[in-house]
């Protein structure tokens, strides 16, 4: 069988990295194309050098007519806008696009420009994307050739509170989710905020009641509880490289013993291998998924004030962008769907 | 006018070295005898190498009797039920008790057994003791000679809704304190969950529903509210030192937009020089604080949801404990609150 | 063609850890057998969550003539003596053995009763024992049963030396090794050195001039250069999870531009894959093989002083111990040598 | 006493912070100006949080004629050449100088030019200047005008090797220094190099053979050993915030055993009360110097080898910067030299 031919559109910044750090182990995918605005030209080694004597291309620049015959499917690891000005294109000339920006996420095109500023570029494209989490959307990833990758606080809230929503067992008010964030989310782009003297041995809280995120995790618990609902969602940074730890406050309709709620995750998973349900009494930690695609998930039922907390455990650049979005590509294009992405975190 | 005679028991553990590293620059006190169970009989350096050269005292074993007499007051750096065997001897010879451990926080003996799994040693210095606050309880640690140290949790999430629920401007379900914390907070004890390769780059919940800081949390909330209440109080481990950062969400009887808020808080703490309330916009971070004794208040009115999330900072092992009970000590014993303590923390 | 079977003696430290992350993914192999001293009894999950999923084993309880017959190959994560009074009975059983101790390293026993403070357990089983460093003694490791896996500092200053011994282009003395380690190198041993809070934003040496590793590095470095030389070895203990780094100072015969030396060492290492020597300008980064079983080198000549400086970069717990150890593995068993292991470093 | 009015260019770098932590708690000196290219017109609180309700001004820019007036003496934190630029002027209008800048520090021009670059603007001003360490020139401290305060790596380095070389007890060749330090030095400048993502985890050398400090060391042992000698000087990058570890590999001319070494120190600094010597067969940790000016030295002879490894630990911010700088001024102003500096550092 012939592989896929993949290209990376913005291949040095940490998804991009990760992408081929996965890609590259991928025994049906050949990377055939990169891309780079920072290190246009010069061999991936120079950006990644961890990546030295894995692949021996150049980084080019991002010009859709000219990398468009060059893969069948791309991966973008842009900004959002120019994401959408690059997804358009392609998937007009035929190729699948897994877009790992916020661009296609947001059904409701007057949400995204209210959370984003800016217009969305397609209605059509939009209405033909696909939110890309398998375990909620396994079938429609099949079917389509535009995924939207969620983004990586999304990730680890939705799956941490779905089996909830679904099966009608909480209240819909309050919702809060208290999300801690390594530093890689916020990317390779120079801020005094991420630079280590400043961030190192510090904890904070930020964009709390207006991250972009919010409008996103709301569209997919939403459209679970076949109701409108809205989350408090306060982000923090850790002084950490990876790892996404969200705890999750909601109030069951009725008591809901840790046995119980942990039988109904289990069930509601049964066929999602990246998302690990713990055994009572043990919490996740995201250092035991540091490096791979799974999402742990443990919780407690609080008798005392009925009140659940639900926890759960991912590494932000892999479940939570460049893992799942090679997810989503197995599912779309008929690999099994721990191809390339079956290994362990890395411990300790 | 003589200096103050302080004893410290327990002076090994890292409360012990907090408040050695403050008293040593207070001119109005003598540390006159330290113990230590684990450094018996060895001089102070080899516990604390940072202390060369700063006070030539070796460390005793701990014989109430004994250094009764050596000392006009004593901080107990001790584990629970050991610190109440050892405070109560001492209050009875007339010294004057500042005690870090949890024995002496909980004013209904019931509450205590049930959290702590024994009964109170002694229910007439329980009733004696003060809950060591001085933002909320400056009169009472004036007059007291048997101070009860808050814990460090509590400090950040009391100072941090005080204000809300004493002007009655809050619901009193639900009340969620998100805590972070760096893992100074677990002690010098050896313990796999604070070797350095298993929680380094690793971020995990703990102890949740059941952290024994509840209580202590609920007690001074409850007076402040004049009503009983309970909080989802949820603990977290994060690779940094020192440090707390608690997210409460909790929401307004009617809006409450953040200047308002902000001016609310600033009222409240007027008296209060360890209490920064932040410029609106601004959010608090544990690295500003650090090495200092000041708890740092900002918080922001979601009008979207109509929750209004606090968020507090302060250093646990000096707002959380050594700090504060110098500052106690200072009101105590009739110094400047600030004495000693006036210091801004290390940045970066 | 059948799996090898793998047994691993002492699988719940850090390199047995290691060894099963790697080997689960080794298509030739089947972990048949995993010993615990600490979690006997219990599943593999408990000791390494990060492994829940991938391998359905209870320890086991270390019994030599139970365990030999359930594999054909062991590897031995246990500490020196008890290891080799494991390994002699397995070998003499019929077994493969490749023992991550000290105590089949040095050739001479004289050596190791001076540096270990105890004699050896069996002269005979040395004589046959193979220093296991696949760059240096690949066709011994191909035909030995019993290979000595090497240790972790040794391994980046013997790769960062050899060319320079073996060719003959250095002065034999001074040769200075500046090492330094994250503190997974320590072990999952409880220890105050590597408590987080202590040992968190600190740095220091440690085992000046008595580290049991030099005798290692001098035995094999006098093997290259054809005569008995010393060396001034000095390891750091370094803030951080995994990976060494070593800055080696020698005094080369005549001058040696970075340009030829790197071109000495491209030649000596063409057929070594996991030897990466660096461009030109290009200096070496733990983290640039965190993870992955390469070990990167760079370097650069002081024509002002006549000194070179190489450095060298590994993952103390993959090229320094665990990959390493499966890197012999292929080799002794007839696999590729990079099976299970080509996987690039996990960055950032 | 009328108190000392200091003004601080470039108060808002790191080591302006520092300066003012100290200063603020030093009551002989009042702050009456700072300036900030980057933050001016602001108030202080915007760049360092930390130091909110202590110092109530506004950053200036900056402009020579106009804050001569507003103090006596001017600490610079500026890069190299402004410095000279501001220093050359201040002086000349009778102010008081402590720079801290590599501007001044070379004595010999050609040496300056080499290393750095450019000319240096005046040698009347520069041959006026005195090197700040005060364990080697108090006196010419005492009566300058213009202090060239010394680089941070060269601080640790001249100090660990200071009484071998004037007690001519070692070999002139080689002398090596492995020096680590944490991110801070590298200053506020944001650069993929401190990017937390890129550098947590991580370790490097850099500059090898090429680093600016090289010089000043050479000149300041050079002095002290009474003839011309050169240093292999290679720093290294570390993921901690504050310290310098700098690790020195000399040969004694005769064996020079722990107890005889130690003794040697403890003489040459009896009269330095920020060089801690410390006991045999301990080493120093820049944990125990953390925040503090102290500069903790230990050592070991190694008889097999015939080597002395010295090593030494400051807080590169503190005696490496800020801390000595204020050192420099209590002496040339006539306080005690320890005045708003006598702290221990912070542990843990």
């Not at 055939?32 to 004597?53: A, M, V, W």
Request: charged residues 20%; neutral net charge; contains cysteine.
């Amino acid at each position: 069988m012939p592989r896929l031919r993949v290209g990376i559109v913005g291949a040095t910044g940490y998804t991009g990295g990760e992408l081929l750090r996965f890609l590259l182990n991928h025994e049906g995918v050949e990377v055939t194309c990169i891309t780079s605005k920072t290190y246009g030209g010069r061999p991936l080694g120079e950006s990644y050098p961890s990546l030295r004597g894995f692949l021996d291309l150049d980084c080019l620049s991002l010009d859709v007519e000219k990398i468009a015959p060059m893969a069948d499917l791309f991966f973008l690891g842009l900004p959002h806008k120019m994401a959408m000005e690059t997804a358009i294109p392609l998937v007009d000339l035929g190729k699948k696009v897994i877009d790992l920006s916020a661009d296609f996420r947001l059904k409701d095109p007057t949400v995204y420009e209210r959370w984003y500023g800016i217009r969305h570029a397609s209605l059509p494209h939009l209405s033909q994307a696909v939110y890309g989490l398998p375990e909620l959307h396994k079938d429609q990833i099949q079917r389509s050739v535009l995924i939207a990758n969620p983004g990586c606080y999304p990730t680890g809230a939705i799956l941490g509170l779905a089996p909830l929503l679904k099966e009608r067992r909480i209240e819909l008010d309050p919702i809060i989710i208290d999300s801690k964030s390594g530093t890689s989310g916020a990317g390779r782009r120079l801020d005094l905020a991420v630079h280590f003297t400043e961030c190192n041995e510090g904890l904070r809280a930020y964009a709390v009641a207006v991250h972009r995120h919010t409008p996103e995790i709301e569209q997919e618990l939403s459209s679970l509880a076949g109701q409108p609902l809205s989350v408090s969602f306060t982000p923090h940074l850790v002084p950490m490289t990876r790892g996404i730890l969200s705890s999750m406050y909601v109030r069951p309709k009725r008591p809901l013993p840790d046995q119980e709620a942990l039988a109904l995750y289990r069930d509601f998973y049964r066929q999602a291998p990246f998302v690990r349900i713990l055994p009572e009494g043990r919490l996740p930690d995201t250092k035991h998924v540091y490096g791979s695609n799974f999402c742990d998930i443990g919780m407690r039922f609080d008798a005392r004030t009925g009140r659940l907390v639900v926890i759960s455990a991912i590494d932000n650049l892999v479940k939570g962008a460049s893992g799942q979005a090679i997810q989503c590509m197995n599912i779309q294009s008929g690999f099994d769907e721990r191809k390339g992405l079956w290994q362990a975190g890395l411990f300790p």
